[in-house]
Structures are given as C-alpha cells and as structure tokens.
C-alpha cells in the first residue's frame, strides 16, 4: 500500500492547477476575447489606475469589448463608444450599480450616494442633484473665491524667499480649504499653515498607509470577508471626527437659528422640508445620511481638484504659449468686467475651459468607471450575454489616450476641444455619464478655474531643475496622483 502513497503529492498539485487553469480560462470557455492572466500577475496592485486600465484598453484593440482578470476575478471591459454609452445611459437599469466594495450599512460614512446601492443611491441622487445646480453654485462662488484669494496671498509670501514651490502641496491646502467651508461651513486655515485639524485628517484618509491598503484589497478581492472580519474602510477616529463634525455644525445653526450659502446647510433645508411636509415620501434624510454625504463632498473634492489644477499648472509651466493665450483671456476679461471675477465670467472663458477639458482628458482623474450588471444582459448587435454580478469597466483613461479620438495623445492640446464630432465628445469622460455621473462637477470645475485665474493673473509659470517629469502616479489611490512633489518656479507678473 505504502507503493501509493505518492499519488497524492503527484494529484493534488495537478488537480489545483487544473482547477486555477479552469478558473482563468472563464473568458475564453464563453468566446470572448480577453487578456491572458495568471495568479501572480499583480498589475492591478502595483500601478496606478490611470496607466493600467489603459494598458488593458490597449491589449484589447481590434475589440469592442473584452475580458480581464483583476483582483483574482473576471472583469468585462466596454471599449467601444456606443456600447459604454448603452450601459451607462439608455441600458442604465441592468448597470445602476457601482458594486462598490466600500458601501457597508455599519458604517454611517460610507452610506453615501457614490457607494450607495439600489433604492437608497436613487433616494439621495433625487434630494441632492437640485444642490448642484448652477443657481445653487453662485451661493457658494463668494466662498472659493475667498479660498483663491488666500492661495495667491500664501504662493506671494513664498515667493517672497524662495520662487520654486511645490504646487501640489499649495493646491492640496486650496481644496481643503474650499471643502471645508463650502461643505461644513469652517475656515481652517489650511492655506496659510497647511497644519488644521482638518488638514491632517485629510491626510489620514488620502496617504495610501500599508494597513488601508491591506483593509482595501481584503475588501475588495473577498467582499464578504468584511461581514465576517468586521474591518471598517473607514479608520474609527475619522469616522467619528466627520460624524462630531457635521453633528455639530448642524446643531449649532438649528440652535442659533443661523444659516449659510453652503452645502451642510442645503441638507439641513432638506431636511426641514420632510419634516414640514414640504416633501411627501417615506425617506428619511438622517443626520448620520447629512454626515456621509458630507464626507462625500470632501472626498470627492480633495484629491479632483488638488490634482487637476496640479497638472494644470504643469503644462502651462511646460507650453508658455498655451500659458501666454490663457493670461491674455484672463485679462481680457478682467478688464471687461472691471477687474471683478463673477461667476458667469468664470464660466464663459472659452480657452480657460478648453485648458482645464485637456487636463482631464490627458491626466484622467479616474482611470475607470465600474459598473455591476445587476440582470442577464445582451450586448446589442452580438450573441454575448453579460451575466448578473458581472463588474464591467469603462477604461476612461484608454479613451482618453487613443489616437482614433484624440490624435497625439501624449501632447496637451486645448485647441483640441474646439472639435464637435460625437465620437471625440462619447470618448471623453471625465466626470462620467447617465445618472450615476458626477453631479459635482460644476462645483469642481469652478473650484478649479478659480485657482487657475487667480494664479495665472498674478504670476509666470516656469519648469525648474527640481520639476519631475514624466509623472510617476501612485498605485491603489482613490483617484489619480502622483508619488511626488511637483515643483514649479513662480514669478510676479
């Protein structure tokens, strides 16, 4: 008997290999083209979403859409303009979901309307689109105004001493301090020191520590190990000082009976209104709801806005003709409306508009858009089903960076943008789109042209010995940035 007793050293491994072969072989077992992957193929872990979902866009071409493995699971990719256009806006009910693995109902941070599932994302996407209208961003353009204000004071000090400064560092102070009063009506002060309360929670969240990391991908490549290890996303010590925050702000206006053009206020009105009757229906807006879509704002603003101003300021660093072009509009323009920055002003400049689109086209804030088939669903023109649970990827930063919509990629082009052709516009997704899109953009984009005003007004831009190029973006982050300091040299105008 004893003669047998290396059968099973011999069996196993062929029978975990065949089943691993099985596994990875998903794609190909349902005919559709798709990437080859192993195991310990960790792409996914080591580079930044802007560079590997192109990268997947790119293995695919020849196909308008394809398989991938990620995170040890299959994953469909839509590389075809009119097939993302069917699952994120006329086939939207079979793709409503992002399968967000941050979205846990303990956790009161995360019941947000970007991770939000279902009937609870569409009760919050109901309340909240009409707070980011246009109307609704001229009641708070004083706010990031103030915050422009303070930017250009503190980059004039610096200056003062030294005129290399690292603009990622300034901007990032900027967006915290445009979230922190338009979102929770607080003046931190972060522009000035950059060392508030405020500014190092941020921190905290956005770092990228080995330990959220770690609770990242847990969550992420075994979702349901979160049910049973009970790991928050969100640290305890941020979620309660968001919670304590908001808390606060909203009793101290509810008991002061005081108000202001900013976002927890907006809240507070919505929630009066169900209270009053104003608003018939069954849901309720909590206060631990006002807190979560709160911290949304500051996520989902931080890191946006700090880096596309960042790489902003690079390329007109690098192309002083496309820099000289954007001051000679901004003081056009000042000069016309009395050297007075308004809100309409800020949104008809043409070429400042055309600056800020390529920017976002060349560095994708998000390298993807997720999405969740949540019903059998077939891909029109094909005999190719996408099945319930399947998550589908929209490679934003493929798109962005293939010459068939956009000729020379690599070069920052504004006057691209002054092209109208429908397949150029469904290839550019910035902000997304169909009802999960970004319903801040406005507000991001007005926190964006406002710096770039203010900036490219009072001083010259230039590359120095100490800029980094090209950029070298940091791997698992939430959204698009890079490893690194972005120094650039600043001179008065």
Known sequence: MSEFMWLPLVLLPMIIFWLIKYYYDYWKRRGIPYVESHPLDLDWYKSAGIDYYAKI?????????????????????????????????????????????TFDENEPLTMNMFSAPGTLWRNLRTRLTPTFTSGKMKY?????????????????????????????????????????SCAFGLKTYS?????????????????????????????????????????????????EFFLKLTNDVVEHRKASNSSRNDFVQILINLQDDKKMGTIEDEFTLTDDLMSAQCFLFFVAGYDTSSMTISFALYELAANIEIQKKLQ?????????????????????????????????????????????????????????YIDKGTEV????????????????????????????????RDAYLPFGA????????????????????????????????????????????????????????????
Do not use: W
């Open 328 to 384: 000679n509009e901004i003081d056009s323009f000042m000069e016309e409306h009395d050297d007075q920055v308004s809100y309409e002003m800020v949104h008809n400049m043409p070429y400042l508009h055309k600056v800020v689109s390529e920017s976002l086209r060349k560095y994708s804030i998000n390298g993807t858009l997720m999405r969740v088939c949540v019903k059998k669903y077939q891909i029109p023109g094909t005999e190719v």
């Open 140 to 180: 708070m353009f004083n706010l990031v105004q103030e915050c422009a204000e303070e930017l250009v004071q503190a980059v004039d000090s610096h200056i003062q001493n030294d005129t290399t400064i690292d603009v990622k560092n300034y901007v990032t102070r900027y967006s915290i301090e445009v979230i922190s």
């Open 191 to 239: 522009i000035k020191d950059g060392h508030s309360r405020f500014a190092a929670m941020a921190s905290k969240i956005f770092e990228g520590k080995l330990s959220a990391r770690i609770v990242y991908l847990t969550r992420s490549v075994c979702p349901k190990l979160k049910e049973i290890l009970r790991v928050p996303f969100i640290g305890k010590t941020t979620s």
């Open 434 to 493: 169909g009802p999960r899109s970004c319903i801040g953009f406005r507000f991001a984009l007005m926190s964006v042209k406002l710096a770039l005003i203010y900036l490219l007004r009072n001083f010259n831009l230039e590359l120095c010995t100490e800029t980094r190029y090209p950029f070298e973006f940091a791997p698992l982050k939430i959204v698009t940035s890079v490893k690194h300091e972005i120094f650039l040299t600043f001179n008065k105008r």
């Open 393 to 424: 990827f929209i490679p934003v930063s493929g798109l962005h960076t293939d010459e068939r919509y956009f000729p020379d990629p690599e070069r920052f082009l504004p006057e691209r943008f002054e092209d109208r052709n429908p397949e150029f």
């Open 57 to 101: 866009y790119r293995q695919l071409e020849g196909h308008k859409f394809g398989g991938f493995f990620s995170r040890f699971a299959p994953k469909l990719m839509i590389r075809d303009p009119e097939l993302i256009k069917n699952v994120l806006i006329k086939d939207f009910d079979y793709f409503h979901d992002r399968g967000d693995t």
